[in-house]
């Protein structure tokens, strides 16, 4: 609950600070997201995270050409997100370059 965030991490996100605690979030260098099967860690990194269960549901395409696609459509979208953001928090000369 980021209203508590005044109070501290431990009351805004209890959770959080479990798993941290806990050793779950080592495998991400003490942070989310990490994926989590039979109370072991097995994978973090976002994109890795996103291209595993992107396999296991089939979208991942049918050969590994298909999915080296996948793979490059993605990062596209994540270039575009990133200039995005760059732009909208950019001012004048900034915004130009974005």
Known sequence: DVSKMEDGLAVAAPEYCAAVDSGELDANLGRGPVVVVGGETVLA??????????????????????????????????????????????????????
């Open 45 to 98: 990194q976002s994109k890795a995270i996103e291209r595993f269960f992107a396999r296991m549901l089939g979208l991942m395409g049918e050969d590994e050409l298909s999915a080296a696609a996948v793979d490059a459509f993605t990062e596209h979208v994540r270039d575009l997100k990133e200039k995005y953001q760059r732009a909208r928090g950019a001012g004048g000369a900034e915004r130009e370059r974005a």
